[in-house]
């Protein structure tokens, strides 16, 4: 392996040589990919969650598990439309030459809306294996796969964006 002899560019406009247009496309371009995966993620996990409701079953949960499965329809609904928000907010200002905002706003968004995926996500994995376990282990899992979730969602990114910034270790990628 040899050494780097120049260092990392710090503008990816200078490194990939992207006008502000091609670089909001691009930006643009990955965003809808990643929002599409967290949009058929909770879109499942909610459709599952309203039939709940319908089962036989349901009428049997207690009060604390009832709530807990209100607060996660809510929160589901709440993660749907955040991470569903980016496209209405592209299709609204399109053609008003507003593409490097609209991909910051939309960021923004998805970023919520995966925070709300995680909040939903915990809510029902709580609410499942309380019925399933019928004990408090259930929080003990769930509290684990919280933490992991935030790991691999949110401090593993943030560490990679840490080490990317100081030019350690890689290309400095797009």
Not at 121 to 133: E, F, G, K
């Amino acid at each position: 392996m040899t050494a780097r002899t120049s260092p990392v560019p710090r503008d990816r406009d200078e490194e990939w040589h992207e006008t502000e247009k091609q670089r909001a496309d691009r930006r643009w371009t990955e965003l809808l990919q990643e929002v599409r995966v967290a949009q058929m993620g909770i879109q499942i996990l909610l459709g599952f969650l309203l039939s709940v409701a319908f089962t036989e079953r349901f009428t049997e949960i207690g009060t604390v598990d009832r709530n807990i499965y209100v607060v996660t329809v809510v929160l589901g609904s709440a993660a749907t439309g955040t991470l569903i928000a980016p496209v209405a907010l592209h299709r609204f200002v399109t053609g008003h030459r507003m593409k490097p905002q609209t991909v910051e706003w939309a960021s923004r968004l998805t970023i919520v809306g995966l925070v709300l995926l995680l909040c939903t996500v915990t809510c029902a994995l709580l609410l499942i294996l309380r019925v399933v376990l019928d004990n408090g282990m259930a929080w003990w899992i769930v509290g684990a796969l919280f933490l992991w979730f935030v790991a691999c969602w949110f401090l593993l990114p943030a560490w990679a964006r840490h080490v990317g910034a100081n030019g350690i270790g890689g290309d400095g990628g797009r």
